[in-house]
């Protein structure tokens, strides 16, 4: 999606209600800052926008989303342009695809599919979460934390190498 | 796979065996693809880079698809070493300049490599000589697939593989060819192919893509969409132009000699004889000087000289490359004075 008053990619979507008028607003950086510094200028005139503080934290906030499996913030991700993990794409979804959207025009893959199928890839983030973990616990020498989470990790492998096996069997593929 | 030896020889897609590979040097298709349980190399600790290794060089040890690959641990190779796979396209200049254990799986004939924790986990790339994208294409999804039968890579159903760079997801797939266009250059008429390049969202880029200069009137043309078309309409694309551009170019090249043979075979053959006596000799005259020989073989104009002769020495003639041959550490100077005994060898060679 654009941004409503340039053609920068939308990365703020505001909802403005003001004495019963709703209105929806798309903006790029660049334009809800702007946007949003106005609106508390406003704010000592008017005091009417009650919701105006939270609305200029939300581009803090927005900078401050972390992924929870690696940890990098969206800001980070801008700073150096690589993302931290495959999940990111899910936790920053709303940001990425009006990125997508700009890079590639459009945002449906089209092309090649793996045979293995990637109904499994909540599992595959739940992994990369509880390998961070483990490492963090093993070096801080939370050795009952870490057996606890070699065992969650043991077993979310074990029920993906059966349901893997289970779907060969099925599959063509 | 011993490196010392590759100073003697070239990659097969050098040796000018594919079609068009008078204006095509070279095809190239390369996938980006991710593990789906790690993080993206760069976020990625040193335990867990090594890991993602170890995990993708037990792929590579089982020869994917047939295909013999030779393992070199990038990470405990020198500089120099790293330059020279750089140089022979083998490895990215990032994967050579990054940090971190990581590696590269090599085919004998140097078709195929297949780098680990680069910027994503894995990148694939076939390379062939000539006009051959086709053959890129099928080597490439048999690896591919052969490395996806034993692990589950990043995908997602909306956004295709996930890589680390927004502008690779999708298909990761950049389709690439290298061509020669030295007529093109010379009449200035290259212009007109960039732009009308850049408006069906094709890259030009020098040889040694990203960011790097045009050299020796080679250009790169490539993809930069990734997302939302399918791999057969990405190559499709390219393999609709490519064509257009090759018989611009050899209608240029004849324009050029119907108008001025005698100028022209003079300039080519000052460059042949520069070539074979200069006693110091910088990397960018040499890469002009060299260029303007390959369009005077291509022309017939020199008739004592091969085609993969001349595509092996725009590789021989760079930094790592002088430098492993001499067995020595090389300042800019001496080099050039290297370069210009290695060229004089080379070409007295074939006499």
């Not at chain 2, 408006?199 to 490539?222: C, H, P, T, W």
Request: aromatic share 4%; hydrophobic share 35%.
């Amino acid at each position: 999606m654009k941004c409503g008053r340039c053609s920068k990619p939308a990365v703020l979507h505001i909802t403005e209600v003001r004495q019963k008028e709703v209105q929806a607003l798309h903006l790029c950086e660049g334009c809800a800052k702007e946007y949003l510094s106005h609106s508390q200028a406003s704010k000592a005139d008017a005091a009417i926008d009650s919701d105006s503080e939270s609305e200029a934290s939300l581009l803090e906030e927005l900078d401050q989303k972390l992924c929870p499996n690696c940890g990098i913030s969206f800001k980070e991700f801008r700073a150096q342009g690589r993302l931290g993990c495959p999940h990111d794409y899910v936790v920053f979804e709303d940001e990425l695809l009006p990125l997508l959207e700009n890079i590639h025009g459009e945002t449906t893959h089209a092309g090649k599919i793996p045979k293995r199928s990637p109904q499994a890839s909540q599992l595959q983030f739940q992994l990369i979460k509880l390998r961070n973990e483990l490492r963090t616990s093993v070096e801080e020498e939370r050795y009952e934390d870490a057996a606890r989470i070699r065992d969650s990790i043991r077993h979310i492998e074990e029920t993906r190498s059966k349901a893997e096996s289970g779907r060969t069997s099925n599959d063509p593929d | 796979m011993d490196l010392e030896s590759l100073t003697r020889t070239s990659g097969e897609w050098l040796k000018a065996t594919g079609p068009d590979s008078d204006i095509v040097m070279s095809s190239r298709i390369r996938l980006a693809r991710n593990l789906a349980d790690f993080s993206f190399p760069s976020r990625a600790d040193d335990r867990a880079r090594a890991e993602i290794e170890e995990l993708l060089r037990r792929q590579i040890a089982k020869n994917p698809a047939g295909r013999k690959l030779n393992y070199i641990s990038v990470s405990s190779l020198d500089t120099i070493d790293r330059q020279m796979l750089v140089e022979r396209q083998l490895i990215s200049r990032e994967h050579s300049e990054t940090h971190g254990q990581r590696g590269v799986g090599i085919s004998d004939e140097e078709n195929v490599s297949v780098m680990i924790n680069e910027e994503d986990h894995l990148r694939i790339q076939v390379l062939r000589s000539g006009f051959a994208l086709d053959d890129c294409w099928l080597e490439i999804d048999a690896i591919d697939d052969a490395i996806e039968a034993d692990r589950t890579y990043a995908f997602n159903d909306r956004l295709g593989y996930l890589t680390a760079c927004p502008t690779n997801c999708g298909t990761g797939i950049r389709v690439s060819v290298l061509m020669h266009l030295p007529a093109l250059v010379h009449t200035k008429e290259i212009q007109k192919v960039f732009q009308a390049l850049q408006k069906i969202n094709l890259a030009v880029r020098g040889l040694y893509g990203e960011g790097s200069q045009a050299m020796g009137d080679f250009y790169q043309i490539s993809n930069q969409v990734t997302l939302g078309k399918s791999e057969e309409h990405l190559i499709r694309t390219i393999q609709d132009v490519v064509p257009n551009i090759v018989s611009y170019e050899r209608r240029v090249r004849q324009a050029l000699v119907s108008e001025n043979r005698r100028g022209l075979h003079d300039q080519v053959s000052r460059a042949y004889g520069i070539l074979k006596t200069a006693r110091t000799i910088s990397s960018e005259e040499t890469m002009d000087l060299l260029s303007s020989v390959r369009l005077g073989i291509n022309l017939g104009l020199i008739d004592d000289l091969e085609i993969p002769t001349i595509n092996e020495l725009f590789i021989h003639t760079q930094p790592a490359h002088l430098q492993k041959i001499r067995h020595e550490k090389l300042e800019t100077m001496e080099r050039n004075v290297a370069r210009a005994d290695y060229i004089r060898q080379r070409l007295s060679e074939r006499n």
